[in-house]
């Protein structure tokens, strides 16, 4: 089935403690990105991967990493939380970064930072 | 850059009943439109998508939506709704001002159907 894959579904973390939201697609999709969605805000791209190797920033990258090692894995690293990053994050692939292609999203992660 | 405003912000509505969620974006010279739906505690799947053509788009679910180019608008329809979709619902369109495609969505409508 195809899917895109985030781990965990639910995470409370402590202020300053490093953390990793996974995400993996098995769709063989060249294009990444994680969203954060807040209530009022929709949803607002974080980073974004064109392929491996090749990431940039979205519109709202501070206090968050990404890497792409593999076309399949696009993992978003907070070095040290702070409770504004409590949100829901989605990861979403898609065939490539053209916009007429549908974006397929992960189940969603749901991060409190205390 | 393109902006998309999600003219209501939660819609109840009555089983059967016909609903309409409005969305409006900036001007563009060349854009592609799309409405996406998140049940409770999922992620979300594509409702619905304009590219080109016929500017009344059909979708999943009974869902339609109309492109206006004039109005800048792509407002989603349903003759009869049902419980089941009782879901927020996304606009978004895609903006080539950064010099590659993305979404940019609208705040969001929340649909809730009643018995």
């Known amino acids: 089935e195809a899917q895109v894959t985030q781990n965990p579904r639910y995470l409370i973390t402590v202020t300053g403690k490093k953390l990793t939201v996974t995400c993996s697609q098995n769709?063989?999709?060249?294009?990444m990105s994680w969203y954060r969605q807040d209530p009022g805000l929709g949803l607002r791209q974080i980073y974004y991967?064109?392929?491996?190797?090749?990431?940039d920033k979205g519109d709202v990258p501070e206090g968050y990493k990404v890497s792409r090692k593999e076309k399949r894995n696009f993992p978003l690293i907070l070095e040290s939380p702070s409770p504004n990053q409590t949100s829901l994050y989605f990861c979403a692939s898609s065939l490539y970064p053209g916009g007429n292609t549908e974006a397929f999203f992960g189940q969603g992660t749901r991060l409190t930072v205390v | 850059a393109q902006s998309v405003t999600q003219l209501d912000s939660q819609v109840p509505v009555f089983e059967e009943a016909p609903v309409e969620l409005r969305c409006n974006y900036s001007s563009s010279v060349s854009v592609y439109l799309f409405w996406y739906v998140q049940y409770p505690n999922q992620g979300l799947q594509l409702l619905l998508k304009y590219l080109s053509g016929s500017t009344l788009v059909k979708g999943i679910n009974g869902f339609e939506a109309e492109f206006n180019k004039s109005q800048t608008s792509f407002h989603l329809r349903k003759p009869s709704v049902h419980i089941s979709d009782t879901a927020e619902y996304f606009c978004a369109v895609s903006d080539r001002s950064g010099g590659y495609n993305k979404l940019i969505f609208g705040a969001g409508t929340r649909l809730a159907v009643h018995p």
């Open positions: 769709m063989n999709h060249e294009y």
């Open positions: 991967s064109m392929n491996v190797e090749v990431t």
